[in-house]
């Protein structure tokens, strides 16, 4: 009883410290003139459409991964995550690192996943196996952090110059990874490395000596 | 009002992918789903790097850096889900709240 008490005293204490945030950056938010920055209204075009469809994508694949009670359908949240953000770099003449995203992330990260949630779980029992805790304390988490971050993102004036055109970046990546990253590129070879070879020996059965 | 795209719009999608991502890790018992919620943190580190790669600096430095996240975001994974098996097999669970003990 008392620790429930105690319990309910310091979830409201959270509460009310939150809204007090959120109505404190609210107000820093609206006291300064709100200074738009380039805002170029220009005619929604096939782009922008494209865009918003694959950011909507993007961020349904996320809410899914966060707010999914099965775990199955939280990788196929990551998995529509992945590839939505993927499919925004392209917008951002970004090629080699879309494709890599697609490779590297969707062929080897969601399945070394799906075979991680295959091999310890029952699946028989799906339902309870993405069970959360503290669905009040992620919302307060969610409310507190998300309207910050888009605040900050949206008042911020970013030193924004004129975007070069899309241009293939494959050459230039590769000559800089041979030249100016090199030391960086080779650190990275090693550390992939010490993972074969550190999850192998996390992972194997341990054989007793006795 | 629906605007031209501009960085605004990519930092927006960063910021609710990390939030997403950091709900996920705060929230989940599965030890797989709280590598999942890392995984989303990650990929909204990088399309902030690869939209400022973009629209601020020029050159390539940031997708080069986008590249190398993505890297050791590969390693993470192998390495954590290496260490969920261990879990697995030593506590016949992966909830995160039953993995207390240094070892046996």
Redesign the interface.
């Known amino acids: 009883m008392k620790t429930t008490a105690g319990k309910l005293s310091a979830w409201f204490v959270a509460t009310l410290l939150v809204v007090v945030f959120l109505g404190y950056m609210t107000t820093q938010v609206i006291q300064p003139a709100y200074v738009p920055?380039?805002?170029?209204?220009?005619p929604?075009?096939l782009?922008?459409v494209l865009?918003?469809v694959l950011?909507a994508v993007?961020?349904a694949g996320?809410?899914g991964?966060?707010l999914s009670r099965n775990?199955l359908y939280?990788?196929v949240g990551?998995l529509m995550?992945?590839l939505g953000?993927g499919s925004?770099?392209v917008?951002?003449?970004?090629d080699?690192?879309a494709v890599?995203?697609l490779l590297?992330?969707i062929g080897?990260?969601l399945v070394?996943?799906l075979?991680?949630?295959m091999?310890?779980?029952r699946i028989t029992e799906v339902n309870v196996?993405?069970?959360?805790?503290?669905?009040f304390?992620?919302?307060l988490?969610?409310i507190s952090?998300?309207p910050v971050?888009?605040a900050v993102?949206?008042l911020t004036p970013?030193?924004?110059?004129a975007?070069?055109a899309l241009a293939p970046?494959t050459a230039?990546?590769g000559n800089?990874?041979l030249t100016k990253?090199l030391l960086?590129f080779e650190v990275?070879s090693l550390?992939?490395l010490a993972?074969?070879v550190?999850?192998?020996v996390?992972?194997r059965?341990?054989i007793k000596a006795d | 009002?629906?605007?031209?795209?501009?960085?605004?719009?990519?930092?927006?999608?960063g910021?609710?992918?990390?939030?997403?991502?950091?709900?996920?890790v705060?929230?989940?018992?599965?030890a797989?789903?709280v590598?999942?919620?890392v995984?989303?943190i990650l990929?909204g580190a990088?399309?902030n790097f690869?939209?400022f790669?973009?629209?601020?600096t020029?050159?390539?430095?940031g997708?080069?850096f986008?590249?190398?996240v993505?890297?050791?975001?590969?390693?993470e994974?192998?390495?954590g889900?290496?260490?969920?098996?261990?879990i697995?097999?030593t506590f016949k669970t992966?909830d995160v709240r039953f993995a207390d003990l240094m070892r046996e």
């Open positions: 920055g380039v805002a170029s209204t220009g929604a075009g782009t922008d865009f918003y950011a993007t961020i996320a809410a991964v966060a775990i939280s990788a990551l995550a992945l953000a925004l770099y917008f951002l003449s970004a080699f690192v890599t995203q590297i992330y080897g990260v070394l996943i075979f991680a949630v091999l310890t779980n196996s993405n069970t959360s805790f503290g669905s304390g992620g919302a988490l969610g952090v998300a971050l888009i993102v949206t970013w030193p924004a110059r975007p070069a970046t230039l990546i800089g990874f990253w960086p990275a550390v992939l993972t074969l550190g999850a192998v996390i992972a059965k341990e | 009002m629906i605007t031209s795209i501009s960085l605004t719009h990519f930092l927006v999608v910021a609710l992918l990390f939030t997403f991502g950091l709900v996920t705060a929230t989940r018992r599965n797989v789903g590598l999942m919620g995984e989303l990929n990088n399309v690869v939209a790669n973009h629209y601020v020029g050159g390539v430095s997708q080069v986008a590249l190398f993505i890297v050791l975001a590969a390693a994974a192998a390495v889900l290496a260490i969920v098996l261990a697995f097999q992966i």
